[in-house]
């Protein structure tokens, strides 16, 4: 028992100081978790060893994170709302693609590593970006809506990422799992047409009485949540984007408005886990050996990721500020982008330093973009033009 309660209790310590300090400089509380997960991990105090175990109970705050995000806002009543977030996307791919293929012949790299750096670009990290929204009240902004849609679209698009893994490791792709994911997607997608012509979902009584019973609320609300998670990855999509739509059902039922209240204490405890394990990631003495790599890879991707999102947004008539204060926003690698690297290297497309660096670089770059976004934000975006609020949040 002393072995387990003395890392979580120097864990919650740790933390505890961390985000007094934050709050003082008015920085998310994330960026306290991350830090924890460097200076307690396998590299500096030793505290926290079993990483990969931390980083699987992790998971469960994306989902957590997710699941929130969607009961908090509601899906876009236009088809404006929705082109122009997808728009924007696209733009991006394109443009990081050819970032990607300058690099690629400037390096000499091979075809295959050129495909996986494009694909890392297409990832940015949805629990960072919510967070800071979140935290500054910017997410039912018209910007701010807009990022989020974006984001929701990258995580539908991490089936067909993963196709394109399969195809690169030479392993066998079937009818099926090329299919089922665009199955998936256009279901989701007339789902979200529903919910956005009904203002209220009938209920059946066994959910009303859930309200009245605090256990029947955390079990039924975390089946729900886990649920469509486990649903949406079994579909060769991600599991938080299962959550994401789980929140949306759930948002305009009425019954359950007792959810937020009974989960709220969980998606805490394992958000700031999740980004606890980005801190453990980072392998200090693989990052001293070649700092050099590592430095210069993370500096580009912030640089070369904010000002290809920037450029996205000018391109759909935003202006500078806005379009370099959400290019900062999606500057960095997201956590999908580590799954990426994780899947290329189990398949042997790419040797174990280019993972490794990989690896450092996105976990770097999860753990400066907050500052990186602050600094973003305080010489490009005046708050009181930004926060216009575009959404309404969902009606209990």
């Known amino acids: 028992m002393n072995e387990f309660l003395f890392p979580l209790s120097q864990m919650c310590l740790f933390i505890l100081a961390l985000m007094v300090l934050l709050r003082r400089v008015k920085q998310p509380y994330m960026a306290a978790y991350m830090l924890a997960g460097v200076v307690l991990g396998p590299h500096v105090f030793k505290t926290i060893t079993q990483v990969h175990e931390i980083e699987a109970i992790g998971e469960i705050g994306i989902l957590l994170l997710m699941f929130f995000l969607g009961m ?36 000499r790299w091979p075809l295959i590593n050129i495909i996986l750096i494009a694909l890392l670009f297409i990832f940015n990290s949805t629990a960072v970006v919510t ?71 009938p209920l059946l009584s066994l959910f009303r009485s859930v309200g009245r019973d605090h256990d029947l609320q955390v079990f039924s609300g975390l089946l729900i949540c886990l649920g469509f998670g486990v649903l949406a990855e079994l579909s060769g999509l991600s599991s938080a984007l299962g959550s994401f739509v789980a929140g ?38 693989y990052i001293k050996a070649d700092y050099v790599n590592v430095l210069i890879g993370t500096l580009l991707v912030l640089f070369s990721n904010c000002f290809l999102s920037a450029l996205a947004f000018r391109l759909l008539q935003y202006n500078w500020r806005e379009s370099f204060y959400a290019g900062a926003l999606l500057s960095q690698t ?63």
């Open 334 to 396: 997201g956590e999908f982008g580590i799954l990426v690297l994780s899947l290329a290297y189990k398949s042997q497309i790419i040797d174990y330093a280019f993972f490794k660096t990989g690896v450092a670089i996105t976990a770097l770059t999860l753990l400066i973009s907050t500052v990186w976004i602050s600094v973003f934000r305080r010489f490009f975006i005046r708050s009181k033009n930004f926060a216009a609020p575009a959404m309404i949040q969902n009606p209990r």
């Open 131 to 201: 967070e800071y929204l979140r935290k500054n009240g910017e997410l039912a902004s018209p910007l701010g809506s807009n990022i989020l849609n974006m984001l929701v679209f990258q995580d539908a698009l991490l089936g067909p990422a993963m196709i394109i893994l399969q195809f690169l490791g030479n392993e066998s792709v079937t009818f099926a799992s090329l299919i089922l994911p665009v199955f998936i997607s256009v279901l989701v997608m007339l789902l979200f047409r529903f919910i956005r012509n009904h203002r209220s979902m």
């Open 72 to 107: 908090e806002i509601n899906v876009p009543d236009s088809r404006s709302q929705l082109s122009r977030p997808i728009t924007m996307q696209l733009i991006k791919i394109v443009l990081s693609f050819l970032f990607a293929v300058v690099i690629g012949i400037l390096t």
């Open 248 to 285: 949306i059902f759930i948002g305009r039922m009425k019954a359950f408005s007792w959810l937020e209240k009974s989960l709220k204490p969980f998606k805490v405890f394992f958000a700031a886990l999740f980004f606890l394990s980005i801190g453990l990631r980072l392998d200090l003495s």
